[in-house]
């Protein structure tokens, strides 16, 4: 695998992490593409650095999502917006290390909040 950071995502991350995710700390996530998965039906990971190791390293927490550009790329912007907006919705409102479920981050949840999403970001167009 290869990684390099990506800084259209990033900001497209932190776009919506300052519109809707106002727990996150923009300055402690990361946004990269990964190169040559052999990865099965995955377009997106959310990494975390956990607990243990932040005691360990005396660090506060940090995120990495990781984008499998294979597939990422070749979504059309609201795909790939609603693919950041769900990576971002793992991190939960304690910014702890700990991630958020598949049982919150649902299909359904993210279109809720892509929805409201762009209500916000036509708002600040006009």
């Not at 996150?24 to 593409?33: H, L, P, T």
């Not at 990494?47 to 927490?61: F, T």
């Not at 984008?67 to 912007?77: G, H, P, T, V």
């Not at 990576?87 to 919150?104: A, I, Y």
């Amino acid at each position: 695998m290869k990684y390099e950071f990506a800084p259209d995502i990033q900001r497209i991350a932190e776009e919506i992490s300052l519109t809707l995710f106002p727990h996150i700390r923009i300055n402690r996530i990361r946004c990269f593409r990964s190169y040559g998965t052999s990865s099965k039906n995955v377009i997106a990971r959310c990494h975390a650095l956990g607990k243990l190791m932040q005691k360990a390293m005396g660090v506060d927490s940090f995120y990495a999502l990781e984008f499998l550009s294979e597939r990422f790329d070749k979504l059309k912007r609201e795909e790939q917006e609603k693919t950041i907006l769900h990576e971002l919705m793992h991190v939960p409102k304690t910014f702890g290390g700990g991630f958020k479920h598949h049982d919150f981050v649902t299909e359904k949840n993210v279109n809720k909040y892509y929805k409201k999403y762009l209500e916000q970001r036509r708002f600040y167009e006009n």
